[in-house]
């Protein structure tokens, strides 16, 4: 027994399609900021933990030096886990720009499609109107650029540590008495290792927004241009 194509047809809805679809996208760009606070707040405590059970050793001025290294390497550890924190806020970030933009394309469809209602002055939230500052990949008035700020500043702090405990563990080796003077120049050493690395994480950070925002761009203006009958879209 076979079925008229056409009758099939006739009882598809479209809208409940759609609908479940833009419920879907919705329901990404809320597990993106949520998954933004989980993975700070695993980075912050795990690096609190560390930090806290190193600050309550009890190390003497010539100890040894296996275990300046091992405190070393253990801040070592925590500054590349702040560097994959930060590429997940990265992705994470994005992931939440591409469902807004994807959530625009529906409301776009909608509004060029629905002859009878005037939809546009019902909606905020248009893919125009996505903030430039997100597109250039920092936004110092953005959660997710404060949260990276964070990881960042723990992330110098860890790096320095790492610096200096390496210091303290060579100094014996190089028959350097740690003194006020030799103190000032690994903390300065430490500091200036420290700022560089912070330097690099942020710009290995930024730019991964960048070209993920470049890439879903470029995806939008060819997807509009595609069904350009059907959508209507200006390029912020």
């Not at 930090?51 to 405190?71: C, T, W």
């Not at 806020?89 to 591409?98: P, V």
């Not at 730019?207 to 390029?235: F, G, P, S």
Request: overall charge neutral; hydrophobic content about 50%; proline content about 3%.
């Amino acid at each position: 027994m076979s079925s008229n194509p056409s009758t099939a047809n006739a009882d598809l809805d479209p809208n409940e399609l759609l609908i479940a679809e833009f419920n879907y996208i919705a329901q990404t760009a809320f597990q993106a900021n949520e998954d933004r606070a989980r993975v700070s707040n695993y980075y912050f405590v795990t690096a609190g933990a560390v930090i806290g059970a190193i600050l309550s050793a009890k190390l003497e001025a010539g100890s040894a030096p296996g275990v300046y290294f091992g405190f070393a390497g253990l801040f070592f550890i925590l500054s590349i886990v702040g560097l994959t924190i930060l590429l997940q806020l990265a992705r994470l970030r994005t992931a939440w720009q591409d469902s807004a933009r994807a959530m625009n394309v529906i409301k776009d469809y909608y509004i060029h499609n629905s002859k009878n209602l005037n939809l546009e002055p019902a909606f905020l939230w248009r893919t125009p109107s996505i903030p430039q500052a997100i597109t250039q990949g920092r936004n110092v008035r953005t959660v997710s650029f404060l949260l990276a700020i964070s990881v960042l500043v723990i992330s110098f702090g860890t790096a320095v540590a790492s610096i200096a405990y390496v210091s303290l563990a060579l100094a014996p080796a190089f028959k350097v008495a740690i003194d006020m003077s030799s103190g000032l120049v690994i903390a300065v050493i430490s500091v200036l290792v420290g700022g560089v690395y912070t330097f690099v994480e942020f710009k290995v950070y930024e730019n991964w927004i960048v070209e993920a925002e470049r890439k879903q761009e470029q995806r939008v203006q060819k997807h509009y241009a595609d069904y350009k009958e059907l959508l209507k879209y200006t390029a912020p």
